[in-house]
Nanobody, 128 residues
Framework: QVVLVESGGGSVQAGGSLRLSCDAS??????????MGWFRQAPGKEREGVAT????????FYADSVKGRFTISQDDAKNTVYLQMNSLKPEDSAMYYC???????????????????WGQGTQVTVSS
């Protein structure tokens, strides 16, 4: 069982920063996952991959729209994955979801179908 709990969302002005956390410490099978990722979904839009990291191995992917501004990282001791978001823009506003994948092919461009486990989401709102 993989349980993911996001936190850290909120409302900020453009140019501000937020750090999202994905706590997987309640999971009994987190060792079975290969990738962790952050996705986001704005109203009326499809869920898109923002950043992914291999459970063992390092960062895999950043969406072009966030490169240089967002950083994904993990703390193995805490079973937590973070998304540091700097220089936020109004277009970053969305519900952000943490996800975990068991797929050996979870590298490359992240797709929703590759990820089996999802958190409940945390809202990020950036005002201009």
């Amino acid at each position: 069982q993989v349980v993911l709990v996001e936190s850290g969302g909120g409302s900020v002005q453009a140019g501000g920063s937020l750090r999202l956390s994905c706590d997987a410490s309640r999971s009994t099978a987190i060792f079975s996952t290969n990738c962790m990722g952050w996705f986001r979904q704005a109203p009326g839009k499809e869920r898109e991959g923002v950043a992914t990291i291999r459970t063992i191995g390092g960062v895999l992917f950043y969406a072009d729209s966030v490169k240089g501004r967002f950083t994904i990282s993990q703390d193995d001791a805490k079973n937590t994955v973070y998304l540091q978001m700097n220089s936020l823009k109004p277009e970053d506003s969305a519900m952000y979801y943490c996800a975990a994948s068991r797929s050996l092919g979870c590298g490359g461009i992240p797709t929703v179908s590759k990820y089996t486990y999802w958190g409940q989401g945390t809202q990020v709102t950036v005002s201009s």
